[in-house]
Nanobody
Framework: QVQLVESGGGLVQPGGSLRLSCAAS????????LGWFRQAPGKEREFVGA????????YYRDSVKGRFTISRDSTKNTVYLQMNSLKSEDTGVYSC??????????????????WGQGTQVTVSS
């Protein structure tokens, strides 16, 4: 079992940057893929990107490629989502999730078992 706690959300102007953190605790964190998802008001949750903990491989949705970067710090059991060049359409509640024995290519939220509480990101002038 894994517990996930996100932090780092807030209000930022278009073109700005934010870094979200997802602190993971529990057993065998290295066996998971950690994904980031977001949900905008009135819209369905969508996949943002993910990282396979064991080999550091990452994968992103097309609309964030080149702007967002996922990384991990094994010493802190924490995954980061660095978001640059933010746009208004990036606004939403961002959540991290864990997929046992999953890989970074898994973009279906039904495959993720454990979820954090989410953190709000608002991109607005």
């Amino acid at each position: 079992q894994v517990q996930l706690v996100e932090s780092g959300g807030g209000l930022v102007q278009p073109g700005g940057s934010l870094r979200l953190s997802c602190a993971a605790s529990g057993s065998s964190v290295w066996t998971y893929a950690l994904g980031w998802f977001r949900q905008a008001p009135g819209k369905e949750r969508e996949f943002v990107g993910a990282i396979t903990w064991a080999n550091d491989s990452t994968y992103y949705r097309d609309s964030v490629k080149g702007r967002f970067t996922i990384s991990r710090d094994s010493t802190k059991n924490t995954v980061y989502l660095q978001m640059n060049s933010l746009k208004s359409e990036d606004t939403g509640v961002y959540s991290c999730a864990a997929n046992k024995w999953g890989t970074e290519h898994e973009d279906d939220d039904r495959e993720y078992t454990y979820w954090g509480q989410g953190t709000q990101v608002t991109v607005s002038s």
